[in-house]
């Protein structure tokens, strides 16, 4: 069963802190992005990668970064964590087919305090 | 700017024939994904439509109309299973796939 995998399904950080999400896909998919999830929002991409060591900025880049160092990892990485942070936070993976749609792991709910 | 649209809610009764829409306007289109989002859990990617025309999958038909920027999803013999929320998205060139808020269904017994 083919799976992307997030590290943690809650945290909770303090306001300033460094936050690390971790995604791992097991699938050989060359994409990988980065969503977050709100209640009326819908899903908004804060970056992409389509090869290790490359990376795009999406539609609310701001105040993430990301790192792909390996073709099956790709993390993203809060500077430092603000209140307005607070989101579900979804991984998701996809082949080069767009018919193929993505694959999404199980989310990262994140609580800044 | 860019914008899919779509009901915020829609109910529907068990066995029932439900439909749910989705308007874009977009600075490109490559194609229309369906998901399907339950409670707590992950969307699950339903089906793609690059061309006009019906796409089917089991239960679920999914419909583009390419000139009127619009598309979608049918949902036949509803059952409780399938309450959840809908997501349409929209390729938009290259890596770029833009999510609409989303659907929520309720079917009833």
């Known amino acids: 069963d083919v799976k992307v995998t997030q590290s943690s399904r809650y945290l909770v950080k303090r306001t300033g802190e460094k936050v690390f999400l971790e995604c791992v896909q097991d699938m050989d998919h060359e994409n990988m992005f980065w969503y977050r999830q709100d209640p009326g929002l819908g899903l908004r991409l804060i970056y992409f990668?389509?090869?290790?060591?490359?990376?795009e900025k999406g539609d609310i880049p701001e105040g993430y970064s990301v790192s792909r160092e390996k073709k099956e990892r790709f993390s993203l990485i809060l500077e430092s964590a603000s209140t307005n942070q607070t989101s579900m936070y979804l991984c998701a993976s996809s082949s080069p087919d767009r018919a193929a749609g993505y694959t999404f792991g199980s989310g990262t709910r994140l609580t800044v305090v | 700017g860019q914008s899919l649209e779509q009901p915020s809610e829609v109910t529907a009764v068990e066995g029932a024939i439900v439909q749910i829409n989705c308007t874009y306007q977009?600075?490109?289109?490559?194609?229309l994904s369906w998901y399907q989002q339950h409670d707590g859990g992950a969307p699950t990617f339903l089906s793609y439509n690059a061309l006009d025309g019906l796409e089917e999958t089991g239960r679920f038909s999914s419909v583009l109309s390419r000139s009127d920027s619009y598309g979608y999803l049918l949902l036949q013999e509803l059952q409780m299973k399938d309450s959840a929320s809908y997501f349409c998205?929209?390729?938009?060139?290259?890596?770029?796939?833009?999510f609409g808020a989303g659907t929520r269904l309720f079917v009833k017994a």
């Open positions: 990668s389509y090869d290790v060591k490359m990376k």
């Open positions: 977009t600075s490109g289109f490559y194609g």
């Open positions: 998205a929209v390729n938009t060139g290259g890596f770029k796939t833009i």
